[in-house]
């Protein structure tokens, strides 16, 4: 299989962020079998959790960001969510394209 390319993981970004968290991890998880999840809700920075999966057989590593999102309801308890903000489709050191 041929590595991504910039445009490919530019659209590969632009399509996972059209979803929601689930189906974006789902997705990731599908594309290569040879695929490994490398953390998952990892919190390097205050408010934001990672996920990070590494695809060897497109030579990429993507990357969905969430945040903690909190609300109140009507009984007056606080929910809290994680939303998803961003992903990072970036290169592997093997990808040169």
């Not at 632009?14 to 490398?38: E, I």
């Not at 999966?53 to 590593?61: D, K, M, T, W």
């Not at 903690?68 to 309801?73: A, D, F, S, V, W």
Request: cysteine-free.
């Amino acid at each position: 299989m041929a590595f991504l390319n910039q445009s490919e993981r530019d659209a590969l970004k632009k399509d996972l962020l059209s979803m929601s968290f689930d189906p974006a991890k789902r997705k990731v998880r599908g594309m290569d079998d040879k695929g490994r999840l490398v953390f998952y809700r990892n919190s390097q920075t205050i408010g934001q959790w990672v996920t990070r999966f590494e695809l060897p057989s497109f030579g990429a590593r993507v990357t969905l960001v969430e945040s903690l999102g909190t609300h109140q309801k009507k009984n007056g308890d606080i929910n809290t969510d994680y939303e998803f903000v961003d992903v990072i489709v970036e290169a592997t050191s093997e990808n040169r394209t």
